[in-house]
């Protein structure tokens, strides 16, 4: 970047980048509301052919396609734009991997004001919207389910092949199921395993849905309710506790685990999926900055290191912890023996 | 960044990062609020004693410390936070570089709300909330005047030294001043210039007072009301017309210019200051990107080429454009010749 001031000096450069990065997620969703990526995969490649595709001014067109290009989403060769590797495979609304969807869970308005209210988040300890996004049957976690189910496909079918190494499991809790796609790929993997899910009643409905387009709705049975207050069963050969312990403080996971344990045949396992930053809790940069996510939208949640998550099973009962070797996109599988 | 995908292969993780940009924007205004910069320069460098000087919570304190470390503002050793070189000269309140001030202009409401609305923008092709930041006597000028007088202090004093290479000048006209530093810097490098500064009256009397405190009070003129309707008076030797012309279409920029020229002496001098992109409008990235804020918060304002510029000032009535050699910041300065 093009400065006045010696390279060797500060700059406030990286400061105004940071007070302009809200740009980018306003490009990135007008984007994908526009159908902007979509649009130049059809092989509108010019301003003009764009915005008619777009029912879009010219000058805003150009515009937004130019930020796109300086954030390298797009390319951009004199008057024509191209779809960078990454804009093809996810943001066309055509391509079987398109994830734009996930802005809708992403970006409510409920999850933005947290972030607004962000001092009142630090100071207080806590989402300053007070139960955050853990209001019981909260619409939100019906989007999540349907926004962010074909991000969770790969490392749905990672963590399915992994678990089966350590042997078939045949009777399976899915717990807070959401788009259902773990326990479903579990499903498709053992043609025998019955797959229990549990979650609010208008999210399971996106659940139930997804197992029985992907052909294994007939052993995909249905818990509805808080998963702290429904009864699970017994007698299950695995446990999935996917993306769930860092909405809740150490006690509350602790308390929960115990239920699980409980439901748990002898030689079963939970397999607990968390973003799980180093102990360091500033790497991996997207695990660890979750953390911020856990502030503001929750009252007592966090992102957990391997060891807080160990302490957590291990005085739930469980015998021993062990981490995965694969990684499931940003996410880390530990698998609690009973 | 971990994943489990090759990393030939395209991940979502651009997407995802795009998506969670804004909150930078919030984790860096939540800090400067809270003076996190501050009370660690003051060497409170552990959550604890960061949370006691802040009047915040530990829990909140770690986590928004961890997010700004990830980001590089901060460094982090065992338990103990540090800052990072550019955050120890910008953003800690009691250095003289001081720069956090600026978010009062920089995120105000209004500019907010015109970036959530850029879908309305880019059909428009303007501002979705009409006169966008233009109107006139609009408060958020007085927030720009104040906010960012201490980022615009090094690019004055390097362009009032650019302008005196081409000789003296004796009678300044400074257009839209803002916090009047541009003028301001002219005045204290030649002892015998008198600037005129015209700005809205509310904008004024913050470059009065930075006239006032910087010693040169004296020479320091007031034409308060719009540029575009107020007498200038004549035989300028040197008019300032420093981050202007972005707000307004190029026919607008071009009248106002004939106006300028108009008011210059024989031989005199407009010095425009501008962000500036390449012909290819998305490099260099900062310049380029500038666009997307006067799309979002103007009805016809764009950031213009130097090619753009020139023709502006030679259907003005300018003989010539030179495009100046030193660096504002991330401006450029253009001088043109009547």
């Known amino acids: ?11 406030p450069e990286r400061f105004m980048n940071a007070i302009s990065a809200y740009q980018q997620t306003e490009a990135m969703k007008a984007a994908i509301e526009l159908e902007i990526f979509t649009a130049i995969a059809e092989g509108n490649t010019t301003v003009a052919t764009i915005a008619k595709r777009c029912k879009a001014s010219e000058r805003g067109v150009r515009t937004l396609c130019d930020f796109l290009t300086i954030h390298g989403f797009l390319t951009k060769d004199g008057v024509e734009y191209g779809l960078a590797a990454d804009a093809a495979v996810f943001l066309n609304k055509t391509s079987p991997a398109y994830i734009g969807g996930a ?33 019981a049957d909260n619409p939100d976690w019906v989007k999540f389910a349907e926004a962010m189910m074909p991000l969770m496909v790969m490392p749905a079918q990672i963590m399915a092949g992994e678990l089966r190494k350590g042997g078939e499991a045949y009777k399976v809790l899915d717990i807070a199921a959401g788009h259902g796609v773990y326990g479903i790929f579990v499903a498709k993997q053992n043609p025998t395993a019955q797959i229990h899910a549990c979650d609010w009643k208008n999210v399971l409905a996106v659940a139930e849905r997804n197992a029985q387009t992907m ?8 818990i ?7 009864e699970f069963g017994s007698g299950y050969d695995l446990a999935l506790v996917a993306n769930f312990l860092h909405h809740f403080n150490p006690a509350v996971c602790t308390a929960f685990l115990k239920k699980v344990h409980a439901s748990l045949a002898p030689g079963g396992r939970a397999a607990i999926v968390e973003f799980v930053p180093n102990p ?19 009252p007592e949640g966090d992102a957990y290191t391997f060891r807080e998550i ?24 530990m698998v609690a023996y009973r």
Chains 1, 2 share one sequence.
Do not use: Y
């Not at 970047?1 to 700059?11: C, H």
């Not at 509805?224 to 429904?230: E, L």
């Not at 160990?310 to 599988?333: H, Q």
């Open 1 to 11: 970047m093009a400065t006045a001031i010696p390279p060797q000096q500060p700059t």
């Open 103 to 135: 802005i809708e869970f992403l970006l409510t308005p409920r999850v933005r004001e947290a972030h607004a209210r962000m001092v009142d988040a630090v100071r207080k300890g806590g989402s300053a919207l007070g139960e955050g996004n853990m209001l």
């Open 215 to 222: 052909g294994v709705g007939d052993r995909h049975h249905l």
């Open 224 to 230: 509805p309710g808080s998963a702290f207050d429904v």
């Open 280 to 298: 360091d809790r500033v790497s991996p940069p997207m695990p660890a900055a979750f953390s911020m996510m856990m502030l503001t939208t929750t």
């Open 310 to 333: 160990k302490k957590m099973a291990k005085d739930a009962g469980f015998s021993r912890v062990e981490m995965a070797e694969a990684l499931l996109g940003l996410d880390r599988m």
